[in-house]
Nanobody, 120 residues
């Protein structure tokens, strides 16, 4: 099994910054990709950013130029640096990974989510 631990959410004023982190752990964990989705009240969950262990990245158009995703392969940890935050960024942010472990083949895992609230 693979466990995801998220941190870094909170309350920030518009224009401020937050840094989210998500660490994957477990016996024999090997991560192929990690990323972040978010879901605001009354809206569908959407992809924010994702990255592969090989360095490929993709971003939602709404966050390009403001958010940066990065991965530490040695720590199996993904980071999301969120700058110039806007009230419309308010949502629950969910970490996800495509990973394998000593007891499971490659599959998707999801974190419990962390709240990001941006006030105007």
């Amino acid at each position: 099994q693979v466990q995801l631990v998220e941190s870094g959410g909170g309350l920030v004023q518009a224009g401020g910054s937050l840094r989210l982190s998500c660490a994957a752990s477990g016996s024999g964990v090997g991560v192929a990709a990690m990323g972040w989705h978010r879901q605001a009240p009354g809206k569908q969950r959407e992809l924010v950013a994702a990255t592969t262990s090989g360095g490929f990245t993709t971003y939602a158009d709404s966050v390009k130029g403001r958010f940066t995703i990065s991965i530490d392969n040695g720590k199996n940890t993904v980071y999301l640096q969120m700058n110039s935050l806007k009230p419309e960024d308010t949502a629950v942010y969910y970490c996800n990974t495509k990973a394998r472990s000593s007891s499971s083949p490659l599959r998707d895992y999801w974190g419990q989510g962390t709240q990001v609230t941006v006030s105007s």
